[in-house]
């Protein structure tokens, strides 16, 4: 093989591995990117939560209902408005439950009969971690409402 067709085979694969290494270097930095701007504050977030409970747990060996949300978490950033449907599936049973957020400045004291659901809307108004209870079922009926601050 001459030398000049070394050459060329040797600077044709060059120029395929830098071609590939700038591919992957911005298609993640794009991706990134991407992810960094769905996170703006001010937005609707929608949530499903139902009455969950745990399977097994003996409520008289422990004294405590075996209850619990679906979601144990929800987070927002402070500006959005918040929408939780929230679903009591205990249709059979009878039980109610609540969603009820008594830390300032939210007022929040919804409560589900057997088999209703109800929409709750709210605006995150201040950041901070609150918790959600169902008044009928603690302490283990719990979650946390964590409102943090956009980016600047
Ligand atoms: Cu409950």
Same mark, same amino acid.
């Given at each position: ?19 590939? @290494?700038?591919? @992957?270097?911005? /298609? ?12 703006? @504050? ?8 139902? &009455?969950?409970? /745990? %399977? ?15 979601? %144990? #978490?929800?987070?927002?950033?402070? +500006? ?28 929040? &004291? #919804? ?16 950041? +901070? #971690? ?21 980016? %600047?």
């Amino acid at each position: 093989m001459k030398d000049t067709s070394k050459i060329t085979i040797i600077a044709c694969i060059s120029i395929a591995a830098i071609i590939i @290494a700038v591919i @992957a270097i911005t /298609v993640p930095m794009k991706n990134t990117q991407e992810n960094v701007q769905t996170a703006y @504050a001010g937005v609707k977030r929608e949530y499903w939560l139902f &009455n969950s409970d /745990v %399977p097994l747990f003996n409520e008289t060996k422990t004294g405590m209902p075996h209850d619990a949300f679906s979601m %144990p #978490v929800i987070s927002a950033l402070k +500006g959005d408005t918040i929408v939780i449907h929230f679903f009591n599936t205990e249709e059979s049973t009878g039980d109610h439950h609540s969603f009820t957020i008594w830390d300032k400045p939210y007022n929040i &004291n #919804v409560e589900v009969s057997p088999g209703e659901n109800k929409t709750i809307t709210f605006v995150a108004t201040t950041a +901070g #971690v609150f918790t959600y209870y169902c008044t009928f079922h603690q302490p283990t009926m719990r979650g946390q409402l964590i409102v943090e601050l956009p980016n %600047p």
